[in-house]
């Protein structure tokens, strides 16, 4: 039996397609209340178990529980139970704001008075109130994205699953939308989301899972992940290549590990500002030199080998 504070647990979790493994056996484990991350490049198997959660794709082997419940035989009451936030908005743009929430909540039989109550504090929480009675189409794209999560919090879930949340937003959007999602994690709702945004990650989850290949290849809060597979301090040259590979031997030297990216360098020291003192003493003559502290972005490179930019 699956213990009350678990709402998702999956034991040796499979997802073949055809002669396509995308989920390779993985075990994890989400607690009510948590916000869980899981991160990963394109290919790694998220989205897939994002699907198996949400009860739209059935696992092709091993246990999965969610809210108790077998997906496999009890998937109509857990999705009752589900707010479900999809990578693209699939809003009706012929419909106001306010339309597109008291027409959803019919499909989860909430009466037209408690779909109205429900709509307006929901728009109340999403601060878009004052257009409760404008299409949707005119919309900015974080304002569309907040009435997205709206729609998916008209049931009043148990758990909401988040899929790359604010892909495509301005940062003032994403800041925006951060805390209307900060503020449902205080209020207790369990959120599971992908994102490629590594700050994102920092900001919003309490522990996260990295898949790589179909597989989970770390585990853990976003801090016990930095200090497990980083240093902690990182040094950013902006290098030429005639300079890379003159000075690739004092680089190797000074720093506990050495990543070459296409645009940059990044040495991974205890202290950046003493490293950069010794590399201008060497000689080294870098176009740009950034220090900075080591972020989710380094233990995502370390683990599966790609930058975001690859990925």
Not at 118 to 128: I, K, N, S, T, Y
Not at 264 to 288: N, P, T
Request: aromatic content about 4%; overall charge neutral; proline content about 5%.
């Amino acid at each position: 039996m699956t213990p009350p504070e678990a709402v998702v647990r999956a034991r040796e979790l499979v997802k073949r397609f055809r002669d396509r493994t995308a989920v390779a056996g993985i075990d994890l484990e989400v607690r009510a209340g948590e916000s869980f991350g899981v991160l990963g490049p394109n290919g790694a198997g998220k989205s897939s178990t994002m699907r198996m959660i949400g009860c739209v794709s059935a696992p092709t082997a091993g246990a999965l529980e969610v809210l108790g419940m077998d997906p496999r035989r009890d998937g109509p009451r857990i999705r009752a139970r589900l707010g479900v936030v999809p990578q693209r908005d699939t809003l009706d743009e012929e419909l106001t704001v306010r339309q597109n929430l008291t027409t959803y909540a019919r499909y989860f039989g909430i009466g037209r008075r408690e779909a109205r109550r429900r709509a307006g504090d929901l728009l109340e929480f999403v601060q878009l109130a004052d257009r409760a009675d404008s299409l949707v189409e005119p919309l900015s794209g974080g304002m569309k994205r907040r009435l997205t999560i709206a729609r998916a919090l008209v049931n009043e879930p148990d758990l909401l699953l988040l899929d790359e949340p604010t892909t495509g937003l301005d940062p003032q959007a994403r800041h925006a939308l951060w805390e209307r999602l900060y503020s449902l994690r205080e209020r207790g709702v369990t959120l599971i989301l992908t994102t490629h945004y590594m700050d994102e990650a920092e900001q919003l989850c309490d522990r996260i899972v990295v898949m790589d290949g179909g597989r989970i290849v770390a585990e853990g809060s976003p801090a016990a992940l930095i200090a497990r597979h980083s240093s902690r301090e990182v040094l950013e040259l902006r290098l030429p290549a005639e300079q890379r590979q003159s000075n690739g031997g004092l680089l190797h030297r000074v720093a506990h590990r050495v990543e070459e990216l296409p645009d940059r360098v990044l040495l991974y020291v205890d202290d950046a500002d003493v490293v950069a003192a010794e590399l201008r003493r060497g000689g080294v003559r870098a176009a740009g030199i950034l220090p900075r502290r080591a972020t989710l972005e380094d233990v995502f490179l370390r683990l599966t080998g790609r930058s975001l930019d690859d990925s």
